[in-house]
Structures are given as structure tokens and as C-alpha cells.
């Protein structure tokens, strides 16, 4: 499944809101609020939100022999 169906509302990945700086969001209905804020208007857009990045797998455990037949 690529997203989630039941999305945090947040003004940071609202479609009503444009980002003006890094903590700052312009929202069509309230103005200028926090990127952690939302309303009861909020609307969500996929292309705004940013995943966290992958963790990296820890290959410092294992040992040869878990790579031999």
C-alpha cells in the first residue's frame, strides 16, 4: 500500500496550504499558521508530504558463514 488511509491532519501537506517558510504555512481559509497545526477544512495532497527516509539494514552482524551453502 503506498499511503495510508488514515493521514495525521496537518497544514504541512494540507492542498489549501502553501509553504512561505520553513515553519511557516499559508492557508487559504485561516492565513499564516504552523506546519503542525490543521482545521476542520483540511484536504490532503500525497505530492506535499515528504516520507521519512529508509533505515539502513545493520550487515555488521553477520558473519561469513550466514553467506555460504
Request: net charge positive.
Amino acid at each position: 500500500m503506498l499511503f495510508q488511509k488514515d493521514i495525521e491532519p496537518r497544514c504541512a501537506y494540507c492542498q489549501r496550504g502553501a509553504q512561505l517558510e520553513d515553519d511557516k504555512i499559508l492557508c487559504v481559509r485561516k492565513g499564516v499558521v504552523s506546519p503542525g497545526g490543521s482545521c476542520r477544512r483540511f484536504k490532503y495532497d500525497p505530492l506535499k508530504r515528504v516520507p521519512p527516509p529508509p533505515v539502513l539494514p545493520d550487515f555488521s552482524k553477520l558473519k561469513d558463514e550466514d553467506f555460504s551453502l
